[in-house]
């Protein structure tokens, strides 16, 4: 039951997801962004992060099979998406990585914004550890998003824990919309 | 508080019939000692129903909920308990004993203009003669704490060590919309709350002299450790590190914190002075290292970590600097909690999605789980006395503050229904 609930509510991220890509490159002709090969490039330091983080930090090597499409294909996006984890893991998941790209593009096109980037778990864990792993989370991402070519000082962090969950309920769908980072624009 | 500090408690000076030896002492669980819990009558003036039912109700609650006692039943009561008489040669012991009691409970009240004057005294019904007797001087609104009081006097003169009952429990409860630092007694009456950040606060404990509590907020846009002086409501912030600051604990000899920080980049431990100055890392290591409790003498601290895969409690020895895996069952173990006697660490462990409270020994030996059931057990904290934890459980749906004896008997909801409460610490001192 409960892990049924996992894998429909992963396949829906992923759908939603896909979803979402499709939107965008239909509504937007490719000439709408300027990312080519240096995409390409960043989308090739993803995957060596990815090994790097799965190797070097957790001591377990796993790693979402990625979607190859999704991670090259240029994207344009109109603000930023928030990114999801796994339970109790910090690393980028390939559809995370996508995301990023996205987020990363999008803050070079908006190079006056500075964003502080929020770290979440779900209630699982105890909420001690639940604010480092949000810590976690963040500063992953927003060593992501520097590989990305993000300058460091437009990006901060801050863990929320399990404080702030999107949907309160007790279910593996709901864990899953918590494990996130989110991306507040700094006024 | 302030007010209470006024109340007196004055140690009767009787003559000294030490006889505590003489009443066994038994675990709980195991045989308990008849106990005659009378009502208080007036000493003088108008007779106050409402007072003496609460001194009453006060009284059994804490003899329950000790696990030490069979409490007989008031209506078995002969014509003694209708009796003032506060020293044992005017108490009728024959009708006690007929009853089966083992020990006795009898005292008086008055009020002074708008004060409370409370006596109790507790006899030793078998040999006949007065164990130990208190007078309590206050104002009505103390009349729970003099019973409390007098509960933890019971406990010291058939065990040899006081009760827990009148020192305080602060908690974190979210009913104004907000997460806010709270105090209650150990029954969950006179809560009260401490903090208005309107923001999030966290996970709060006490100096070993009970007057500050610290915590962790975050209004200043950063989880940051604050201090509180319970005495004058003052508020200081001492630790705002870059990144977190959080699961703050006093050393038991209350001079120093130790607290997690993350400025490195990497959550480490970190010992405060308690001015807020830092002191020393006491980890390095890339792994998440959290939620330290301290040994009773200082020398030890336990924590959480991840730095072999999953979470696990760990016990740094500060004088070698030796770390050491304590935990070695379950994939999620956390929160641990040193006894104040040294001999055990309370701790959560997350199985099929719910955490329940375990002990083990600092040795990482004798590992036992305590609670069972639906719902989560979490934060678990020691009474000051080692006889009971106090923790949080979502068991009847929303949120609450639970106390149990130290060996999972006695599993009692104490906070009220309303907001989601949290993050329990037990006061050593009133």
């Known amino acids: 039951m409960k892990r049924a609930g996992v894998r429909n509510s992963m396949q829906v991220l992923l759908l939603m997801v896909f979803a979402a890509m499709l939107a965008v490159g239909c509504a937007k002709k490719p000439a709408a962004t300027t990312a080519t090969a240096a995409d390409q490039a960043g989308a090739q330091q993803v995957t060596q992060g990815v090994e790097e983080m799965g190797a070097g930090e957790t001591g377990i090597g796993e790693g979402m099979v990625g979607d190859e499409n999704a991670m090259s294909m240029p994207q344009a996006v109109s603000s930023l998406e928030r990114i999801y984890f796994n339970f109790d893991r910090y690393d980028l998941s390939s559809e995370a990585q996508a995301i990023l790209v996205n987020n990363a593009n999008y803050l070079k096109a908006n190079s006056d914004q500075k964003v502080r980037i929020e770290g979440y778990c779900d209630e699982r864990g105890s909420d001690e550890y639940n604010l480092a792993l949000g810590e976690r989370r963040a500063l992953a991402t927003q060593k992501y998003l520097e590989s990305l070519g993000v300058a460091k000082d437009r990006l901060s962090v801050i863990s929320y824990g399990e404080e702030m969950p999107l949907d309160p309920a007790q279910n593996e769908a709901a864990y899953a919309m918590n494990r996130r980072a989110e991306f507040k624009i700094i006024p | ?430």
């Open chain 2, 1 to 430: 508080m302030r007010r209470f500090a006024t109340l007196l408690f004055a140690l009767l000076c009787l003559p000294a019939t030490s006889v505590m030896a003489q009443i066994e002492v038994r675990a709980p669980g195991q045989q308990t000692i008849a106990v005659a819990n009378t009502e208080l009558l007036p000493l003088s003036g108008f007779p106050s129903p409402a007072i003496a039912r609460e001194l009453h109700e006060v009284m059994s609650y804490d003899l329950d909920m000790s696990g030490l006692f069979r409490q007989l039943d008031p209506a078995s009561f002969l014509g003694d308990a209708k009796r003032l008489g506060l020293t044992s040669t005017q108490v009728d012991f024959n009708q006690w004993s007929l009853l089966g009691s083992e020990i006795l409970i009898k005292g008086g009240y008055r009020m002074q203009g708008d004060r409370l004057l409370v006596e109790f005294r507790l006899f030793d019904v078998i040999h006949r003669q007065l164990l130990t007797g208190r007078s309590y001087s206050g104002y009505p609104g103390d009349v729970r704490t003099m019973a409390h009081k007098f509960a933890d006097v019971i406990l010291k003169s058939v065990t040899g060590k006081e009760g827990p009952f009148s020192s305080r429990i602060a908690y974190i409860d979210n009913r104004t919309g907000h997460k806010e630092l709270y105090l209650m007694d150990t029954d969950g009456a006179n809560s009260l709350r401490l903090t208005d950040h309107r923001s999030i606060v966290l996970n709060p404990d006490f100096s070993p002299n009970g007057r500050e509590v610290i915590f962790t907020s975050y209004r200043p846009g950063n989880p940051d450790l604050y201090r509180k002086y319970l005495g004058t409501g003052q508020e200081a912030r001492l630790s705002f590190k870059k990144g977190l600051n959080i699961s703050a604990r006093f050393k038991p000899d209350g001079r120093e914190i130790a607290l997690t920080q993350s400025e490195s980049g990497n959550p480490e431990l970190v010992l405060l002075g308690t001015d807020g100055s830092q002191r020393r890392r006491l980890t390095n290591h890339w792994g998440i290292d959290v939620d330290p409790s301290w040994s009773p003498a200082g020398d030890k601290l336990a924590f959480v970590s991840d730095r072999q895969g999953n979470p696990h409690i760990f016990v740094l020895d500060l004088l070698s600097g030796q770390t050491k895996r304590i935990s070695n069952n379950g994939k999620y173990n956390a929160t641990p909690a040193w006894s104040p006697d040294g001999d055990r660490i309370a701790f959560t462990r997350l199985e099929g999605n719910v955490f329940d409270i375990y002990t083990i020994r600092p040795d990482g030996t004798d590992e036992r789980r305590l609670t069972f059931g639906p719902g989560n057990k979490e934060h678990p904290r020691w009474s000051p006395d080692g006889r009971f934890l106090v923790f949080s459980s979502d068991q009847d749906g929303g949120k609450g503050i639970y106390i149990m004896r130290a060996d999972g008997t006695g599993m009692q909801r104490i906070s009220a229904t309303g907001g989601q409460s949290q993050h329990p610490a037990w006061s050593r001192q009133r």
